[in-house]
């Protein structure tokens, strides 16, 4: 199936006075995805989903949603509904009434309504709670009421800005999974804004990484996290060691110099930025690395190394360790086996490190 | 510290006294059995009361004050709701200035708008003295309380509740009334009663702007001259208070009751 374009920007600027809070973005968001914008404070992830929204004029390019130009056209009229952040729960309406709100309009039977609010609330996992005053309702349950609120009338795109942020870390990942699930059976666009890296990837089909209000990189979780297009990226990505290298072109494989750990020979998809040249930026991921213990072997390329700090996590424990040749230490992470040892600070050690996992990228 | 405490409470009560001794006067002067203000007591009676119930040109006078009270409150609330909203959630170029201006006559002394309001009506506008002019300067000097009231209402409004209306398919009107005005409700009886009181007892502005016929307290005020009715006065000052206390008591009720409804924290209101 060929995913049909649902919201298309194009050269879409927004200015708040002399502030350039979207410069140009180009973005397609298909129909039935789960996008994530992603990105630090700041970056104008809000901005972008208000502008879809409605709630904020674009000043330059142009916001089509399903074939329709947006100019000039106000929220109630746009085929999106929008979860805030403080979900904006009506307080002086009980939950029904809440979920009803945007029913006023809808030519239904009082008793369709109803039954159609009832259905709204099971499907967030709040039948039954109708009656109770919304005021008096948990932030994990006004969210529910939110999404349901906004569910019940069908839009083609559903906007959540930080629905997550406000809730602790056990809600949170309970209401991550939720989310999940009621946006594969409803099939409606899901646009959620975080900067939580972890929850975006967890979350969605597709990822805009957002830096000062450009895209840095759109893709998929998993090229977004193995192939980070800048350093930026890397970095706010996960955690991500940068080396010092240098590399030269042989075909369409590239030969890297790396300060302290020696040379590697890559596929140019290693450098998802394009084809960086002489000095640059290597990225390893923790995880590629590994500490060989005592009596381990291993076909990886090997260096010695010293442990500089011990972090225990219970079921990981993250190393530092000094290599001769690199500036700052290394960070690796281990999983925690049984016969495996956590290694003090200052034993001497060996990392083994593997050529296909190393990110060229510009310096 | 015990002594420290002890100053303190020494302190406090003679304030209070200083306070509310010339208003526990006004009811015990009320009730006395004498047309002279002056201790020892004579006797209780409630002919003074009584004189109230049969001065016909004392009833023109409240009602006109009622009238004018009511219209007050009505125009300065309107104002102040307007206000308050563009202060709350539209963002234009000086809203800081503006609002700071337009709160200015709570500082502003009496006498000077008073007076200033008296040239602009007569000389410059040629207007007649009438309830209107009242009306009109009431509204001015109410409507920075009206501001300072619902300001406080906007800001414990979440914003993005509007918004949400909007999102859900209201137009800009209706997701006012239906959602904002509901959540600013208590504010703006609070606002209402406050205007309402500050204008039923507003003398100089009245004094200087009423027409041929006066408001309660410039009534009030004409009666001085004759100490014979000074009794009437304790009688009707008693009324006022009792009035007072309950429009005040009221307008905070609704207050609070708004800030619970919006499940927020007292953060130390009007009263
Ligand atoms: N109404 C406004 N007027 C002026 N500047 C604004 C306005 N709204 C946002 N900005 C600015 O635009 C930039 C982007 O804001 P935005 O709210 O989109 O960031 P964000 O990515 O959502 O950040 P956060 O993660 O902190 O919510 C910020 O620098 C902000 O100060
Ligand atoms: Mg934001």
Not at chain 2, 135 to 158: E, K, M, R
Request: net charge neutral.
């Amino acid at each position: 199936m060929t995913p049909k374009p649902l919201i298309q920007l194009s050269g879409v600027d927004k200015y708040y006075g002399d502030y350039h809070a979207l410069r140009g973005i180009d973005l397609t968001i298909n129909e039935g995805e789960f996008f994530s914008l992603l990105g630090p404070s700041g970056c104008g992830k809000t901005t972008l989903l208000r502008t879809i929204a409605g709630f904020e004029g674009v000043s330059g390019g142009t916001l089509m949603i399903d074939g329709k130009n947006m100019a000039g056209v106000s929220p109630n009229l746009r085929p999106t509904n929008m979860v805030f952040q403080s979900y904006a729960i009506f307080p002086h309406l009980s939950v029904a009434e809440n979920v009803a709100f945007g029913l006023r309009k809808d030519p239904r039977s009082k008793e369709e309504k109803a039954k159609a609010v009832a259905e709204a609330l099971e499907m967030v996992g709040l039948g039954g709670y109708g009656n109770r005053a919304a005021h008096a309702l948990s932030g994990g349950q006004r969210q529910r009421v939110a999404l349901a609120r906004a569910l019940i009338l069908k839009p083609k795109v559903l906007l959540l800005d930080e629905p997550l942020s406000a809730l602790d870390k056990k809600m949170r990942e309970l209401m991550q999974v939720e989310l999940i699930r009621l946006q594969r059976q409803v099939g409606i666009t899901f646009i959620l804004v975080t900067h939580d890296q972890e929850e975006a990837l967890v979350m969605s089909d597709r990822i805009a990484v957002m830096f000062e209000g450009e895209i840095g990189q759109l893709d998929d979780p998993e090229t977004l996290y193995r192939r980070p297009n800048s350093k930026r990226v890397a970095e706010f990505i996960g955690k991500m060691n940068f080396l010092d290298g240098t590399a030269t072109a042989e075909g369409n494989r590239i030969a890297v110099d790396v300060a302290g750990l020696g040379k590697g020979d890559i596929a140019a998809d290693q450098a998802p930025g394009g084809m960086p040249l002489g000095k640059v930026t290597v990225g390893i991921r923790p995880e590629t690395l590994a500490i060989v213990f005592e009596g381990e072997t291993t076909d990886r390329r090997i260096c010695d190394a010293v442990v500089d700090e011990v972090v225990y996590y219970g079921d990981m424990t993250y190393y530092d360790v000094k290599v001769p040749g690199v500036d700052k230490p290394l960070t690796i992470s281990m999983k925690n086996m049984i016969g495996r040892p956590v290694l003090d600070v200052g034993a001497l050690t060996r990392v083994a490190w593997d050529e296909r996992s190393l990110v060229v990228l510009a310096a | 510290m015990r002594g420290n405490g002890g100053g303190l409470r020494v302190y406090a009560v003679a304030y209070l006294i200083f306070l509310y001794a010339p208003i526990i006067l006004l009811p015990i002067f009320a009730f006395n059995d004498a047309t002279i203000i002056a201790f020892p007591l004579a006797g209780f009676t409630t002919h003074w009361f009584d004189e109230l119930w049969t001065t016909k040109a004392l009833h023109e006078a409240v009602k006109n004050s009622l009238m004018i009270a009511f219209a007050t409150s009505v125009l300065a609330t309107t104002l102040g709701l307007c206000a308050a909203r563009a202060g709350a959630m539209a963002d234009f170029p000086g809203k800081k200035g503006i609002i700071g201006f337009v709160m200015l006559p709570l500082v502003l002394p009496d006498i000077i708008v008073a007076v200033s309001l008296l040239i602009v009506l007569r000389q410059v506008l040629d207007l007649t003295l009438s309830n209107w002019t009242v009306i009109a300067a009431h509204v001015l000097l109410c409507t920075p309380f009206s501001i300072a009231i619902l300001n406080g209402a906007f800001q414990n409004l979440d914003p993005s509740m509007e918004e949400a209306a909007l999102d859900l398919g209201e137009n800009r009107w209706s997701a006012f009334r239906l959602v904002t005005l509901p959540l600013v409700m208590p504010g703006i009886i609070s606002s209402m009663l406050i205007a309402f009181t500050i204008s039923l007892d507003e003398f100089i502005v009245a004094f200087f702007l009423t027409g041929s016929n006066p408001t309660m307290p410039v009534y009030i005020w004409g009666l001085l001259r004759f100490p014979a009715s000074l009794p009437i006065i304790m009688a009707l000052g008693t009324i006022l208070v009792a009035l007072s206390v309950v429009l005040l008591t009221i307008a905070e009720y609704f207050r609070r009751r708004g800030l619970k409804r919006a499940g927020l924290k007292d953060t130390g209101g009007f009263l």
